[in-house]
């Protein structure tokens, strides 16, 4: 089944302690992305893959890292994780330029 | 700069109609629209691309206007399946294809 895989699903963290938060496909996509979702805010992105070791900062880029080293895996890292990063969490793939995205099912993140 | 979406939120009965805009200060190559249902990700439901055009499948379409940088998708005849969250994204020229940013949503709830 084509799919946007994330792990975990949930996750109470304390602050500072790293994270990694993991993302697969199995679309052969070339673009992939990392959002956030808090009520109220929408979708804010973090950082995007355009293609292997091709990244880029979002709008919220601030505390977070990303590595794209295989196509179909894009990991979120968060080096220290603070309280105001707890939050909704998605990974989403597209195959390219003029396609539409497909998401994971998202993690929820509690730093404490 | 996230898109302006309008209404923030709408109500309506079975089988009325709905209209939901996305503005942008930005000149667009792309809008996306997407439907969150609570409790789950978002889901793709079409993409618009630059030229005006139109698009839509089922009771669902999408209109483009590129000069005035706005998007607006037309719900007709709701159903109660219709209820959720409507977020546009927008890819702007110039930048780049994977920098795809959401606007803050519209929540549509069908009663029946």
């Known amino acids: 089944e084509a799919q946007v895989t994330q792990n975990p699903r949930y996750l109470i963290t304390v602050t500072g302690k790293k994270l990694t938060v993991t993302c697969s496909q199995n679309?052969?996509?070339?673009?992939m992305s990392w959002y956030r979702q808090d009520p109220g805010l929408g979708l804010r992105q973090i950082y995007y893959?355009?293609?292997?070791?091709?990244?880029d900062k979002g709008d919220v880029p601030e505390g977070y890292k990303v590595s794209r080293k295989e196509k179909r895996n894009f990991p979120l890292i968060l080096e220290s994780p603070s309280p105001n990063q707890t939050s909704l969490y998605f990974c989403?793939?597209?195959?390219?330029?003029?396609?539409?995205?497909?998401f994971g099912s998202g993690t929820r993140l509690t730093v404490v | 700069q996230q898109p302006v979406q309008s209404p923030q939120a709408v109500i309506l009965r079975e089988g009325e109609d709905a209209v939901i805009n996305c503005s942008s200060s930005?000149?667009?190559?792309?809008v996306h629209w997407y439907r969150q249902k609570h409790g789950e990700a978002p889901v793709f439901l079409m993409i618009?691309?630059?030229?005006?055009e139109q698009k839509g499948h089922d009771k669902i379409s999408a209109s483009f206007n590129e000069k005035k940088q706005q998007s607006s998708l037309y719900l007709t005849a709701s159903q109660l399946s219709y209820s959720g969250t409507y977020f546009c994204?927008?890819?702007?020229?110039?930048?780049?294809?994977?920098?795809?940013?959401f606007g803050k949503g519209t929540k549509l709830s069908v009663k029946p």
């Open positions: 930005k000149a667009l190559y792309s």
């Open positions: 994204g927008t890819v702007s020229y110039g930048g780049s294809q994977g920098n795809l940013i």
């Open positions: 679309m052969n996509h070339e673009y």
């Open positions: 989403a793939s597209s195959i390219r330029d003029g396609y539409g995205y497909t």
């Open positions: 618009l691309l630059k030229g005006g």
């Open positions: 893959s355009m293609n292997v070791e091709v990244t």
